[in-house]
């Protein structure tokens, strides 16, 4: 997704893709649970920039 999008909304996709996957993860019922609630928000700029240097694959 890095590659389809700007720089400026990288922070708002992981939270979109990936914060909030992993937080059904945790919830019975997941994305099903009623404790899930779709929001948005800004993920902080050391999220992202740990999920680059942590990845294993190619980001370019």
Same mark, same amino acid.
């Given at each position: 997704?890095?590659?389809?999008?700007?720089?400026?909304?990288?922070?708002? /996709?992981?939270?979109?893709?990936?914060?909030?996957?992993? &937080? =059904?993860?945790?919830?019975?019922? $997941?994305?099903?649970?009623?404790?899930?609630?779709?929001? /948005?928000?800004?993920?902080?700029?050391?999220?992202?920039? &740990? =999920?680059?240097?942590?990845?294993? $694959?190619?980001?370019?």
């Amino acid at each position: 997704m890095k590659a389809w999008y700007p720089e400026p909304v990288h922070r708002l /996709t992981l939270q979109e893709v990936v914060g909030q996957t992993g &937080l =059904c993860w945790y919830l019975e019922g $997941g994305f099903d649970s009623p404790d899930f609630e779709q929001k /948005t928000f800004l993920a902080p700029s050391r999220w992202a920039d &740990l =999920c680059y240097r942590n990845f294993p $694959g190619d980001l370019q």
